[in-house]
């Protein structure tokens, strides 16, 4: 039988961990806070922002948040990131995407100081993770390794495919995995035999966006699956693997809903603790 990974069940003990560490620094130092950013009213991006305010304040944190128009210009949203990196109470900052076409996404996110980048997106923060010097890990490839760790699965030494090259998850976690030690292969949407790429894997990470892409071909006998895609369907949520079809051959695999999902919103809680007490400290990391 292939094992699930619950990442549910992981996700909400790292949350208990933050909530605890927060209530245990209560009244000796700054209260965490993030501060969420959403320009427009697409229905998703809200749904999302809520689920990341409601759990930061059942984390004991504080929840700053700024609802901007859709018209709203890029100089009206940098002015707002301006203000909110300025503010000592805001530990962390957040600019929830997709935006509104006519905003430039890439320097508005950049303008976020890199110790208060809780996403990790800024070009400073991915310098620091290229180079391996200390900053704040974009979250979804984040939780992506705690659940690895949490399933005991060794990565110094392991082969690894990466499946998807994007920014937010492919790249990121791709270097993540090599300062870990793990040997990776990288495909994409130009790779001509996935198969040949996917087989030989122990672990394979798959973040495509294409509903379905991976299924038994693609996989070894007892390897580990961790499935990123999100997709509505008539029938319900589902990935970018076919999961019913590598019951029996995967070892273990993550769920979809309740696998990747609820470790994002798991290491956002981590990286906005890691921001305040970063921030407390006298060498805190350079702006």
């Excluded at 427009?40 to 504080?62: C, F, N």
């Excluded at 009206?76 to 076409?101: K, M, N, R, T, Y």
Aim: proline share 7%.
């Amino acid at each position: 039988m292939t094992h699930t990974i619950k990442g549910a069940e992981i996700a909400r003990s790292i949350r208990a961990r933050v909530a605890a560490r927060v209530a245990e620094t209560s009244g000796t130092g700054p209260v965490p806070g993030l501060a969420t950013i959403l320009v427009g009213d697409d229905p998703a991006s809200a749904v999302y922002v809520a689920a990341k305010r409601r759990a930061i304040r059942e984390a004991g944190m504080r929840d700053f948040h700024r609802h901007l128009s859709g018209q709203a210009s890029q100089t009206e949203v940098a002015a707002v990131i301006d203000e909110l990196a300025a503010d000592p109470d805001v530990s962390g900052i957040l600019l929830q995407l997709p935006l509104p076409a006519h905003l430039a996404a890439a320097p508005l996110i950049d303008r976020i100081p890199v110790t208060k980048d809780v996403d990790g997106l800024t070009t400073a923060s991915a310098g620091r993770l290229a180079r391996g010097e200390r900053g704040l890990r974009p979250c979804t490839p984040s939780g992506v390794i705690e659940l690895l760790d949490a399933e005991g699965i060794e990565l110094k030494g392991a082969c690894v495919a990466v499946v998807g090259w994007g920014e937010l998850v492919g790249r990121p976690l791709t270097q993540l995995l090599l300062r870990r030690g793990a040997t990776v292969t990288v495909a994409h949407e130009f790779t001509a035999d996935l198969a040949a790429v996917t087989r030989p894997a122990d672990i394979v990470v798959v973040a495509t966006g294409v509903r379905g892409l991976i299924g038994p071909e693609h996989i070894k006998p007892g390897a580990t699956i961790i499935d990123v895609g999100i997709h509505r369907t008539p029938d319900g949520l589902t990935g970018d693997v076919r999961a019913a079809e590598l019951d029996g051959i995967a070892g273990r695999i993550t769920p979809v809903p309740g696998g990747v999902g609820p470790m994002t919103i798991a290491m956002l809680l981590v990286n906005t603790l890691q921001a305040a007490e970063w921030g407390a400290e006298r060498h805190a990391v350079p702006a």
